[in-house]
C-alpha cells in the first residue's frame, strides 16, 4: 500500500515549457541500429533509499526512448559521495573514457563537467540558474555544448521561507543551511534575504560546505534556537539528509526542505518542482543528442510540475498544527 493518503494529488502548477521536436532522417534512424551507445553519469551519491525513485525515473525515461542498459546502453557512473572537490577528478575520467555524453544533474557537477570538456555534450537536470553560472549563453540557444533542464533555485528558495512561515506563523527567526561555495546558492540567499524582510523574518545563515560543518551549525541553532529551519539544495545536505532531518526533530524544529525524499525520510515539508519528472525529462535530451542533435541548438527547459508536500504524522510529533489553507494546496500529504 502507498504511505502517502489515496486522493491526495491536488494540484500540478504548470510552467511555460519550450518544446522542440526534431524529426531523425532514416539514415540517422538506420546508423542507431544494433549500436551500443556509452554515456557518463556525474553524480552526488549511489541511488539508495528515498534518493532510488529519481534513478528510477531517469532510467525509466531511457526506456521509453528505446534504450536499455546492458543492450544498447552502457553508463559510466561516476560518483562524488558528496565532496564537490571530487568532481573536477571524475569529470576527467569520463573525458578519457571518450563518453558520447555526460550527464551531469546539478550545478557544481556541470561546472567541473564543462571545465573537463568543451566538446562532449553535457545534459543538466537540477542546475540552478544557467545562465548566471556561465553554463550557458541562454536558455533558448544555450550556444556551447551543455543543455537540459534548470530549477529556477532562486525563486523557489524565496518560496520555501513563504511557506514555512505560512506553517509556523510565529516564527520569528529562521535558519537556512546553505553552501556559499556552490554557485547557485548566493543568488538563492540573496531572493530569501529579500523574501525574509517581506515577511518580517530576521534569517540567520548556517553555512554548511561539508559534512564536518554540520556539526558546528547544528550547536549553533542548539544555542541560539531559531524558531524554523530551512534547508538549501546542495550534495552536501542531500547526501546527509537523514541526519539533518533527525537533528530537526530531536530538536523540535520544523523545517522545510527542497527535495520530497527529505519527507519521505521524516521531515516536515518540501517545496520544488518533480524531481523524478525533471530526471525522466533529461532522457529525452539523451536521445536527441545520441541522435546526431546539438546541444547549442537544444533549447533548455524548465519544470512544468511543481509540488508542496507536507508530513502530517511529523507536524504532530512537532505538536504543530498545519493551517488548513496550506493543507488544501499540498499535492500530498502523508499520513
Avoid: C
Amino acid at each position: 500500500m502507498s504511505r502517502y493518503t489515496a486522493g491526495m494529488d491536488r494540484r500540478t502548477f504548470l510552467g511555460t515549457v519550450g518544446v522542440v521536436v526534431f524529426a531523425a532522417p532514416l539514415a540517422v534512424e538506420a546508423q542507431q541500429a544494433g549500436k551500443v551507445h556509452r554515456i557518463g553519469y556525474l553524480g552526488t551519491s549511489p541511488p539508495s533509499g528515498t534518493a532510488a525513485p529519481l534513478w528510477d525515473a531517469f532510467l525509466q525515461g531511457l526506456r521509453d526512448h528505446g534504450y536499455v542498459e546492458g543492450q544498447n546502453l552502457v553508463i559510466e557512473r561516476r560518483w562524488s559521495e558528496g565532496k564537490a572537490e571530487r568532481f573536477p577528478d571524475l569529470a576527467a575520467e569520463l573525458v578519457r573514457l571518450n563518453v558520447e555524453l555526460i550527464v551531469a544533474p546539478s550545478t557544481p557537477n556541470a561546472l567541473a563537467a564543462k571545465q573537463a570538456t568543451s566538446t562532449i555534450p553535457i545534459v543538466t537536470v537540477l542546475v540552478g540558474d544557467p545562465v548566471a553560472t556561465g553554463l550557458i549563453s541562454s536558455l533558448a540557444r544555450p550556444g556551447g555544448n551543455v543543455t537540459g533542464l534548470t530549477t529556477q533555485a532562486t525563486d523557489w528558495a524565496a518560496k520555501r521561507l513563504q511557506l514555512l512561515k505560512e506553517a509556523v506563523p510565529s516564527a520569528t527567526r529562521v535558519g537556512i543551511l546553505w553552501n556559499p561555495t556552490n554557485p547557485a546558492h548566493p543568488p538563492a540567499f540573496k531572493q530569501v534575504e529579500r523574501a525574509a524582510a517581506t515577511l518580517q523574518v530576521q534569517i540567520q545563515s548556517l553555512e554548511v560546505r561539508t559534512a564536518g560543518d554540520l556539526d558546528v551549525a547544528f550547536s549553533t541553532v542548539t544555542r541560539d534556537r531559531p524558531a524554523a529551519l530551512m534547508v538549501s539544495d546542495d550534495q552536501v545536505t542531500f547526501v546527509n539528509r537523514r541526519r539533518i532531518v533527525d537533528f530537526a526533530m530531536g530538536a523540535r524544529l520544523p523545517a522545510i526542505y527542497w527535495a520530497r525524499s527529505y519527507v519521505d525520510e521524516g521531515g516536515l515539508m518540501a517545496y520544488s518542482a518533480n524531481l523524478g519528472d525533471l530526471f525522466r525529462r533529461s532522457a529525452a535530451y539523451v536521445d536527441k543528442i545520441l541522435r546526431g542533435a546539438k546541444p547549442a541548438e537544444l533549447p533548455v527547459e524548465q519544470p512544468t510540475k511543481f509540488e508542496l508536500i507536507i508530513n502530517l504524522k511529523t507536524a504532530k510529533a512537532l505538536g504543530l498544527t498545519i493551517p488548513p489553507s496550506l493543507l488544501a494546496r499540498a499535492d500530498q500529504v502523508i499520513e
